[in-house]
């Protein structure tokens, strides 16, 4: 209840603060390229159930067809979408879900079912206890996933087989230890990476 609480009101002071350079970002995106403002993706959530994550779009309009990981200084990826995703801007709508309720701010990542499949068991049920969030130690830890995934000569098996386990098991941690404390270092920790990049 007191995560809950915690969530619901700093992710409405959230909104109402970057409401004005919410619609900025949204103009500069309908101004860089055709498309929508925001990427709707489906999502693995809380107890497997399925949710559209809110994101603003970062890519042309048909990347999804190219793949779901991005890799490196990725072509499908926009001029603002360079600089949304190099400050971590393009995260913030995702405020309205933690609102909804589909996420929080901090919980494990949520995957895409073509991953989540994956999962083995028995991290599967740990990790998808918990609903998941915007930020956690294992997005801390692979912030720069990207360039490794551009470093690997298979980037989809580099993740499946190395970064995937890697995540699951800092989610697994995070499902087991989890408290309102440990949630604000994590937040904490995520805003000092954020106003270092």
């Known amino acids: 209840m007191a995560k809950r609480l915690f969530d619901l009101i700093a992710a409405g002071l959230g909104l109402a603060l970057l409401a004005l350079p919410g619609l900025l970002v949204a103009l ?15 999502r693995v ?8 994550i809110h994101k603003f779009r ?6 999804e067809r190219h ?20 400050h971590r801007l393009d995260e913030l709508p995702q405020l309205l879900d933690v609102v909804q ?40 830890r692979f912030r720069n996933e990207s360039a490794q995934l551009a470093a690997a000569a298979d980037p989809e098996r580099e993740y499946i087989d190395v970064i995937l386990p890697a995540k699951l098991a800092c989610a697994a941690d995070y499902a087991a230890h989890a408290s309102l404390w440990t949630d604000l270092g994590v937040v904490l920790r995520s805003l000092r990476v954020l106003l270092t990049r």
């Open 28 to 42: 500069a995106i309908k101004l860089d390229s055709p498309g929508p403002v925001f990427f709707r993706q489906e």
């Open 45 to 52: 959530g809380r107890g497997g159930r399925p949710f559209r």
């Open 58 to 63: 970062t890519m042309r309009v048909d990347a």
């Open 67 to 86: 793949g779901q990981l991005t890799v490196g200084a990725d072509a499908r990826i926009t001029r603002v979408g360079a600089f949304l995703r190099a």
């Open 101 to 140: 309720g589909t996420m929080s701010l901090v919980g494990p990542r949520p995957e895409v079912p073509r991953y989540v499949a994956h999962y083995p068991v028995a991290l599967k049920d740990v990790v998808l206890s918990v609903r998941p969030g915007i930020t956690d130690p294992a997005s801390l």
